[in-house]
């Protein structure tokens, strides 16, 4: 694994979210440097989920600072009755933010009506007002190193799993951005299907994207990550290299590691 060159792309700071009372992260900080791959593991319902949607704005934040490329998303204000929320930057500043990064679900979300291409395509000319033209090459070019060029005027329907996840990984890298989120991308595979998404997104790493994943597949975290997250009940139990991680002291994650490998 490459080493990073320092920039920091994202920033959280003491992050907090909670729902109906129960707090689901407590006290998350962590920065992402350009060209790092980030795993992030724990067991079911420890938060890494909600991590990342408050991460990409998907989910508002209770407490704690967001940042991407030193611009600020979110960030802790008290209101006058002594009150801490958070105040998110205006519409604008976050829709340029948005462009910053990409996210790639476990269930794909492609829109089953739109072809592969046209699911391609429809961000990057709808929102970054990129031309048809150059869309369409950024597509093709995604989708023949992803071994989908045969595809491009299939529907979701038509495709397998791995597929479709593939095709959900090129939507998201045709928005060319700094950062790519994986949330659990193969979850909902099979195992040959889970080798052949994991196969592309190792190809990514070799590539330098920065990538920020939740995944329950160890071996591969172990392969792939720069470094390692351990999330239990809402924080960081331990976050460290790889070989930190898998020679940890801590029983608890020695347990987790042990059940998953």
Request: charged share 25%; hydrophobic share 40%; net charge negative.
């Amino acid at each position: 694994m490459e080493q990073t060159d320092g920039e920091i792309l994202l920033e959280m700071n003491h992050v907090k979210k909670s729902f109906d009372g129960t707090g689901v992260l407590q006290d998350i900080s962590l920065t992402v440097k350009k060209g790092e791959v980030v795993s992030i593991i724990g067991p079911s319902g420890s938060g890494k989920s909600t991590l990342l949607r408050c991460a990409t704005l998907l989910e508002k934040m209770d407490g704690g600072e967001l940042t991407y490329l030193g611009q600020t998303a979110a960030s802790e204000k008290t209101d006058k009755n002594g009150r801490i929320q958070c105040e998110y930057a205006s519409k604008a500043e976050l829709h340029k933010i948005r462009k910053c990064f990409g996210l790639v679900f476990q269930n794909f979300n492609l829109f089953p009506h739109y072809t592969v291409m046209k699911n391609i395509i429809d961000a990057p000319i709808h929102v970054d007002k990129v031309s048809r033209t150059e869309a369409v090459a950024r597509a093709e070019k995604l989708l023949a190193q992803l071994g989908l060029s045969d595809k491009a005027d299939a529907y979701p329907y038509q495709l397998s799993g791995g597929q479709q996840q593939r095709v959900s990984i090129a939507r998201a890298l045709a928005l060319q951005p700094k950062i790519l989120f994986f949330d659990e991308p193969t979850s909902a595979l099979d195992p040959e299907l889970t080798a052949e998404v994991l196969k592309v997104i190792r190809q990514l790493a070799s590539e330098h994207m920065t990538m920020i994943i939740v995944t329950h597949e160890m071996q591969f975290a172990r392969e792939v990550s720069d470094r390692i997250i351990f999330m239990e009940q809402g924080v960081i139990v331990e976050e460290g290299s790889p070989e930190a991680l898998f020679t940890t002291e801590n029983a608890r994650v020695r347990e987790f590691i042990g059940k998953l490998q």
